[in-house]
């Protein structure tokens, strides 16, 4: 029997997709961000250099906000999003602030976005999302940087679970779906590391990427991020503040629409549909233990 190929699955997802459509009509078209339109060399990233203040880039028709400064503190200081083709996947500290863990993008893509909410200062991540779209699904992991802080703890945060593992630490990323006069219509929350559990085999830091369900939100037209931890000091959150996103799935609004979905990202928009209302059927994320 031949062995089923990567792109093989691919494309029996679009035909399970396909299978979906006639049942779920308003499923019809739907589209993806991933970042690969944005021009980058390799092995690189932009943080929004050399423009100091607050910037802007699209994916697709979706704005992303960054802001940069290298004049007030002698230093390169970045927040909101940036975007990446690292894939520094063993390099500890604040040196390496723009690798996703996994080492590339979702689906083994090259480009994602990285995620920095400041403590104070700069600008918060924030996407300003097209008005005729919903949204559907996005994916996240940890960076290398937050990634190692918590497997192995360093100079300002811990080692998740502690000496014995049994402390029941947590790193969690909240979405904000917000209207366009900025009111919260609904808010998602996320684990990217969970050591709460009562047997510590179950105990995990994110190291792969993972599908954020945004159907509850579908209609956001602003998504604002944040991120919190068990981990607090005098100053605030320990942990390093810091997630990588790919792959948002939306369904393009209105008749006509010339949106396709790539068949890379066919198994998301699949798992859009079911959690849309086609089906509902409960479903588990599937998350790699640490």
């Known amino acids: 029997m031949r062995r089923t190929t990567r792109k093989d699955a691919r494309w ?6 396909m299978a979906f459509l006639p049942a779920c009509e308003k499923w019809a078209t739907a589209g993806i ?10 092995d690189s990233y932009w943080n929004g250099s050399p423009t100091n203040g607050t910037n802007t880039f699209n994916s697709g028709a979706f704005k992303f906000y960054n802001y940069f400064d290298n004049s007030s503190w002698g230093v390169d200081v970045w927040s909101g999003f940036a975007y990446s083709n690292k894939k520094d996947t063993t390099t500890p500290g604040a040196t390496n602030q723009f690798s996703a863990i996994p080492g590339s993008g979702a689906d083994g893509s090259s480009n994602y976005a ?9 600008v918060i991540p924030r996407i300003d999302v097209p008005d005729n779209v919903s ?8 960076t290398t940087y937050a990634y190692l802080s918590m497997r192995n703890g360093d100079s300002f945060a811990k080692k998740f679970g502690g000496p014995t593992g049994d402390d029941p630490d947590w790193f969690k990323l909240i979405i904000y779906g917000k209207d366009l006069q900025g009111e919260v219509i609904g808010t998602i929350e996320f684990y990217l590391a969970d050591f709460r559990f009562d047997d510590n085999r179950f105990d995990y830091i994110l190291g792969t990427w993972a599908t954020v369900v945004l159907t509850p939100i579908a209609s956001a037209r602003i998504l604002e991020f944040a991120l919190d931890s068990s981990d607090k000091g005098d100053w605030g959150m320990n942990t390093p503040a810091y997630f990588a996103l790919d792959n948002i799935v939306f369904q393009a609004a209105g008749e006509g629409s010339q949106v396709v979905p790539e ?14 209302g086609c089906l509902r059927r409960k479903r588990k994320l599937k998350v790699a233990a640490v």
């Not at 029996?12 to 997709?17: A, S």
């Not at 949204?135 to 940890?142: D, W, Y």
């Not at 068949?263 to 959690?275: D, E, I, K, Y």
């Open 263 to 276: 068949p890379s990202s066919a198994f998301l928009v699949l798992s859009g549909l079911v959690s849309g």
């Open 12 to 17: 029996l997802g679009v035909l399970l997709m």
């Open 135 to 142: 949204l559907i699904s996005a994916q996240v992991t940890n």
């Open 114 to 122: 990285v995620a920095y909410w400041p403590l104070w200062g700069g």
């Open 33 to 42: 961000v991933d970042f690969e339109d944005l021009p980058l060399s390799s």
